[in-house]
C-alpha cells in the first residue's frame, strides 16, 4: 500500500498539518495539504502546504523567504493528523511577524498577544516581491 494511502484524508481530501520547530519542540504553525502536498513535502524535504483561500499549492517562504526545511515527517495513532520537524529559516514562521502563530493567550477571559513581532510583515513581504 502506498504511504499517502494510509492516510485518513478528511472529505475534502485534506490533512492537518502541524510544524514544530525540530529543535526546541515548538509549534510554529498549523496548515492544511492534500495529497500532493504531501507528496511535495516528502520529495523536496520543505514544507509545502494546501491554501484553501488560493485553492492551490503554498510553499511556505515563496514570498517571505521563510522556507520551512524538513528534519521529520510523522503521522499521529488515527492516521489524520501530521506533523513536520522543521528548521524555520529566519526564524519566522507567521505572517504576522512572529516565531509562531500561537502568540495569544487566554487569559481572564480575553485573548492577549505574549510575543513580540520580530519582522514587521509589509517589510518581510516587500523584500521578496517578485516584479
Request: glycine share 6%.
Amino acid at each position: 500500500m502506498d504511504w499517502l494511502d494510509q492516510i485518513n484524508w478528511n472529505e475534502d481530501g485534506l490533512v492537518p498539518a502541524i510544524a514544530q520547530d525540530h529543535q526546541t519542540g515548538r509549534i510554529l504553525m498549523m496548515a492544511w495539504m492534500n495529497r500532493e502536498a504531501l507528496a511535495l513535502t516528502a520529495a523536496e524535504n520543505r514544507a509545502i502546504y494546501w491554501s484553501r483561500s488560493r485553492g492551490k499549492l503554498w510553499r511556505k517562504g515563496e514570498e517571505s523567504g521563510h522556507v520551512q526545511h524538513l528534519h521529520e515527517l510523522r503521522l499521529d495513532c488515527d492516521a489524520d493528523v501530521v506533523v513536520l520537524m522543521v528548521e524555520q529559516i529566519g526564524g519566522i514562521a507567521c505572517h504576522t511577524g512572529r516565531e509562531s502563530c500561537f502568540y495569544r493567550v487566554f487569559d481572564d477571559g480575553d485573548w492577549k498577544t505574549v510575543e513580540p513581532v520580530l519582522k514587521d510583515p509589509h517589510a518581510i513581504y516587500a523584500e521578496h516581491k517578485h516584479d
